[in-house]
């Protein structure tokens, strides 16, 4: 189940947010990386390569994920001792690749959704995290936003003003 945290507007940054939501990424908690199949997309593949890995060591070749009929991507291994992801450190619950981890990981327990111009931001109930609502929680502001995931909402604004400019200028051909 998903709910709505916020929106952000990808041209002017202006964030509207529930107030009442709070999210803290609890250090050393792993449970996420335990209990959830992680798809990979391209990049996060050749990222992880980058770092001396083989595809083979983390990409889960028999899972697939699909969004309606199109594919989206493997899943990344589980440790067949701990049944969490690969890189999962089982002693210290910190992630081995974390500055390069899958897209997924880094969004979650959040789903990004653009609607034109406009980016939808939804958490993922999962009631195994105890960041959500957790009382030292941050809420959804622009801040947060930027310092999290400026690169992601960067590049999807990029790609909004283009699309404007693109429009105008065929709008005065």
């Not at 990979?40 to 697939?64: H, M, P, Q, S």
């Not at 589980?78 to 997924?104: M, S």
């Not at 993922?124 to 105890?130: I, V, W, Y």
């Amino acid at each position: 189940m998903k709910k709505w945290v916020a929106t952000i507007d990808l041209v002017t940054l202006k964030v509207e947010a529930d107030p009442a939501f709070k999210f803290k990424c609890l250090e050393n908690c792993g449970l996420c990386c335990e209990r959830l199949e992680i798809p990979l997309r391209d990049e996060d593949i050749e990222r992880i390569e980058e770092l001396g890995y083989n595809a083979w060591e983390f990409v889960d070749y028999e899972k697939l994920f699909y969004r309606g009929d199109k594919f989206l991507g493997y899943a990344i291994k589980k440790n067949p001792v701990t049944d969490a992801c690969v890189f999962l450190d089982p002693e210290t619950k910190k992630c081995k690749i974390y500055n390069h981890r899958p897209l997924a990981c880094r969004l979650y327990p959040f789903v990004f959704v653009k609607h034109g111009e406009k980016m939808e931001i939804y958490v993922k109930e999962d009631s195994f995290c105890p960041g959500i609502n957790h009382p030292e929680g941050k809420p959804i502001t622009k801040e947060f936003l930027m310092k999290e995931y400026g690169d992601i909402i960067e590049e999807y604004r990029r790609r909004v003003i283009h699309e404007t400019q693109k429009t105008q200028v065929n709008a005065s051909v």
